[in-house]
């Protein structure tokens, strides 16, 4: 699905994005990795766009908002 942009973590290292993505379906990108970069991206450079070491990675999946008693 390529680039979801920048974020920015606040001093205590913590982000939070809230992405809407135009055409993308959820089955598409379960199971695909995310990683975070410790610099912003040029949006030139490829692949990585010239954004510094990998920081952090995860895996997209779905969650239950069920409450389980």
């Known amino acids: 699905m390529g680039d979801m942009g920048n974020l920015k973590a606040n ?3 913590v982000a939070k994005i809230h992405l809407k993505m135009k055409g ?3 089955c ?3 199971g695909r ?7 912003m991206d040029d949006l030139k ?3 990585a766009g010239n954004a510094g070491p990998r920081v ?6 779905a969650a239950s ?3 389980k008693k």
Request: glycine share 18%; proline share 4%; charged share 15%.
């Open 45 to 47: 450079s490829q692949p």
């Open 56 to 61: 952090a990675c995860g895996v997209i999946g």
């Open 11 to 13: 001093k205590d290292g």
């Open 24 to 26: 993308v379906m959820l």
């Open 65 to 67: 908002s069920e409450t």
């Open 33 to 39: 990795g995310v990683i975070v970069h410790g610099k």
């Open 28 to 30: 598409a990108i379960l």
